[in-house]
């Protein structure tokens, strides 16, 4: 049985590659909100009510203690199902590793580090990895705040301390009195719609792209970052309210927030239920990363199920590749619209995270509650066309988006990320110089015999 499953995959990926067409780039094309001055203007009002801090004072005063690993068993065997892994690891406090009470309330999703955010990869003499959450919606009422729709978070990860701070993201916007409120980050900003994904994540310069799973990014500021509890009218222990109300901020009991600033949006029409098919259209924004490689570039991605894609390379997803502005941190634009200038056909299905670095990809996928792999592709020169693997390896269970932190003298350092599943949550890094070493063989971030 075993052996006619991995026939047919085989064969599939090889007949596929033969008709397989490299997607459009016409599709990858990008506009700034339309609410964009007003967002700014709710930022601004913000500003006049709220106290401020920065990224350096959040990690000083961070929160929670997480853990080192201290050896290749790491601090969660769960999450990497008993596999060595000789890189460094880290595990979240034991109240964001697992279930509370059957209920799982927090997904982590997204990875960037202070390497994305600055060549230096100092931050006012700090370095931090930050992460990216989604409030799952319960699968049945737990009468608690838990069942609140409490939209994406923020953490922000001291590797040298192991201590952490999270911070949660909020869209601002004026009430019917004109007074300033904010409302927790929704796929679409009303009452009644689920919390946005937050897939992905990159920290660059004064900006955090967060991915918009159905439309492009939401884009937020380091400098506008505020702190409830020094703000006189703040209320940090009611959990369930948040934004202006009865004369008080809330957050969901939340010290931090920080206020989406701008959006970058899908301009070609998307047809959702087209979507990991061939003419999908614009693409989906499943997880986001940054190369620095030639010109720096914003790297996005689409995740297609296994089950969806059923061995089909055309339905396997698209990533693509953004132009970015050294100066400015911000977008690099021909004619006002943010255009990626190159985009490929993933070599196969389920991946959760991609980077690009030095004309090659990295590639995570996971698989269920297995070990998910690590790919690394042929390197690949034109602007589009299809990715083909050159080489397999393990990941932990459920790995999701990925961050490349290079070494400070540009070498190929390496892949930063983070398993989603409760109780098997796991924050680690693959050298990339180390994944061919013989030694590792079998273990995390070592070499498998397949591809598949
Ligand atoms: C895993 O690491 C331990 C030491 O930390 C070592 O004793 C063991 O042999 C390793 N297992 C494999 C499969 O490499
Ligand atoms: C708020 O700050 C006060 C002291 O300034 C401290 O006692 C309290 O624990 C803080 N609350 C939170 C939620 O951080
Ligand atoms: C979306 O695609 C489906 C399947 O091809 C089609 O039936 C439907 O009419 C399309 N919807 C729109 C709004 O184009
Ligand atoms: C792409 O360019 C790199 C150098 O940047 C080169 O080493 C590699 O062979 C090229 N790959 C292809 C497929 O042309
Ligand atoms: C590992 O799994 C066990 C059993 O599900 C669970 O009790 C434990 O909390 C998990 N460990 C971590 C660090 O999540
Ligand atoms: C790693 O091994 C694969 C095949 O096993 C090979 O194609 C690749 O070039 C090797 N990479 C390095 C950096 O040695």
Redesign the pocket.
């Known amino acids: 049985m075993t052996f006619i499953l991995i026939f047919v995959t085989i064969f599939n990926w090889i007949w596929i590659l033969e008709s397989v067409t490299a997607p459009n780039l016409i599709d990858f094309q990008l506009r700034s909100s339309p609410n964009h001055a007003e967002l700014l203007n709710c930022v601004g009002k913000l500003n006049e009510k709220l106290a401020k801090l920065g990224v350096k004072n959040i990690l000083l005063q961070a929160n929670r203690q997480g853990t080192k690993s201290t050896n290749a068993k790491t601090c969660n065997p769960n999450a990497t199902l008993k596999r060595n892994l000789t890189s460094v690891s880290y595990c979240f406090n034991p109240s964001d590793s697992s279930t509370i009470g059957g209920n799982v309330e927090w997904m982590p999703q997204g990875v960037t580090t202070v390497a994305d955010a600055r060549s230096t990869q100092l931050w006012n003499t700090k370095r931090a990895i930050l992460i990216t959450w989604y409030d799952k919606k319960s699968e049945k009422p737990t009468n608690t705040d838990a069942d609140q729709i409490k939209g994406a978070r923020v953490t922000f990860f001291d590797p040298e301390t192991s201590k952490y701070q999270h911070v949660l993201l909020v869209y601002p916007y004026l009430n019917n009195k004109g007074e300033i409120t904010y409302m927790s980050l929704r796929t679409i900003q009303k009452d009644g719609y689920d919390s946005l994904h937050a897939g992905g994540i990159v920290w660059y310069d004064n900006y955090l792209y967060v991915a918009d799973t159905a439309r492009g990014f939401r884009i937020f500021d380091m400098r506008q970052i505020f702190d409830l509890n020094k703000t006189t009218n703040g209320d940090t222990n009611n959990k369930y309210l948040i934004g202006f109300q009865n004369g008080k901020f809330y957050a969901h009991g939340y010290r931090y927030i920080m206020p989406q600033i701008n959006d970058w949006s899908n301009i070609i ?1 998307r ?4 979507t990991c ?1 061939v003419n999908a259209g614009s693409p989906t924004f499943s997880f986001v990363s940054l190369d620095r490689t030639d010109s720096d570039h914003l790297i996005s991605g689409e995740f297609c199920a296994d089950k969806t894609a059923n061995g089909d390379l055309e339905k396997s997803g698209r990533v693509a590749r953004w132009p970015l502005d050294k100066q400015t941190g911000q977008p690099k634009l021909t004619n006002g619209i943010w255009k990626a200038d190159s985009a490929y056909r993933l070599p196969i299905s389920n991946i959760q995270g991609a980077v690009s670095f030095e004309n090659k990809w990295y590639l995570s996928r996971s698989q269920g509650a297995k070990n998910g792999f690590l790919y690394k592709t042929k390197s690949i020169n034109s602007t589009t066309g299809i990715l083909q693997i050159e080489n397999s390896y393990y990941s932990s269970v459920g790995p999701e988006d990925l961050s490349h932190w290079p070494t400070i003298d540009g070498k190929a350092g390496g892949l930063w990320t983070v398993s989603e599943h409760a109780g098997k949550r796991l924050l680690y890094v693959c050298n990339i110089d180390q994944l061919n070493n013989s030694n590792q063989f079998g273990n995390i971030c070592g070499e498998r015999n397949s591809f598949f």
Do not use: A, D, L, Y
């Open positions: 029409p047809n959702s239920s087209m098919r």
